[in-house]
């Protein structure tokens, strides 16, 4: 009998169309508990779509999707939110929110849940802001308060929307200190970039081109060979060349100008 663990998500040839466009194609792809994973690929290629239907969002149009956490236990981190579109709440008030899913949005907070709140604000670095409208926040402040509510619920899985994407370096090398921690706790993180080196942060990375491309170890899925085959005339670098990726360079490539 074997003694692997259950998978935290598993897709067996998922497909989901919006409309006639097909978001993503087929996709067949296991992801261990504990682990961080990155999914990368153009604009277009499915990268959201994927947290979409591990989130509970959408189902898939074709093939079978199994994610082993309660919904309760799914925490998801948006990078799209428009803060001028946000109700004028305050800082402590979104942080609050992290944990409806332990009492319910009348449920009165426990002692736990107060204390669940500080820690998350604490390592997230947002227990400054408590006090602050949310919406008058910067871009960095505001992906760092919305992790801390994630947080604060205390997921077994934890899925982050471009988390890094237009950040300061002190707001960026902070989340991908978080991600490292919650891995290191036995969550199961799961994000999508357009960083390769956010990507090489990770334990697995998986390529996307609303086909799956490659999924395994950093070094294995970011080469040369399989980034031209992602992103084509995307891909800047020796044509000839097939072992320097670390020294290729994807363009400008960030923005949701396609569905995902």
Request: no cysteine; hydrophobic share 40%; aromatic share 2%.
């Given at each position: 009998m074997s003694s692997d663990p259950q998978p935290a998500v598993r897709f067996a040839s998922?497909?989901?169309?919006?409309?006639?466009?097909?978001?993503v194609q087929d996709v067949t792809l296991t992801i261990a508990p504990g682990t961080s994973a990155a999914i990368l690929g153009p604009n277009g290629s499915g990268k959201s779509t994927m947290l979409d239907l591990?989130?509970?969002?959408?189902?898939?149009?074709?093939?079978?999707?199994?994610?082993?956490?309660?919904?309760?236990?799914?925490s998801y981190v948006l990078q799209r939110l428009d803060a001028r579109q946000a109700l004028?709440?305050?800082?402590?008030?979104?942080?609050?929110?992290?944990r409806y899913g332990h009492r319910g949005l009348v449920g009165r907070l426990t002692r736990v849940d107060?204390?669940?709140?500080?820690?998350?604000?604490?390592?997230?670095?947002?227990?400054?802001?408590?006090?602050?409208?949310?919406?008058?926040?910067?871009?960095?402040?505001?992906?760092?308060?919305l992790l801390a509510q994630a947080l604060a619920a205390e997921p077994e899985l934890l899925?982050?929307?471009?988390?890094?994407?237009?950040?300061?370096?002190?707001?960026?090398?902070?989340?991908?200190?978080?991600?490292?921690?919650?891995?290191?706790?036995?969550?199961t993180v799961i994000i999508t970039t357009h960083h390769l080196d956010e990507a090489r942060h990770c334990d697995v990375a998986v390529l996307l081109a609303t086909r799956?491309?490659?999924?395994?170890?950093?070094?294995?899925?970011?080469?040369?060979?399989?980034?031209r085959i992602a992103y084509a005339e995307r891909v800047l670098g020796d044509h000839h060349a097939h072992d320097h990726a670390h020294e290729m360079v994807i363009l400008d490539d960030h923005g949701h100008g396609l569905p995902e």
């Open positions: 998922v497909s989901f169309r919006h409309g006639r466009q097909a978001a591990m989130a509970g969002l959408t189902s898939p149009t074709a093939g079978s999707l199994e994610v082993s956490v309660p919904p309760h236990g799914v004028p709440v305050t800082v402590d008030e979104v942080l609050r929110m992290g107060h204390e669940a709140i500080d820690r998350a604000a604490e390592r997230a670095e947002v227990t400054g802001l408590r006090r602050r409208r949310f919406h008058t926040l910067s871009g960095g402040q505001r992906q760092r308060v899925l982050l929307d471009e988390p890094i994407t237009g950040l300061d370096l002190a707001s960026q090398e902070r989340i991908l200190a978080i991600i490292a921690e919650e891995t290191e706790r036995g969550t799956l491309i490659a999924s395994g170890p950093p070094d294995e899925v970011l080469t040369a060979e399989y980034l």
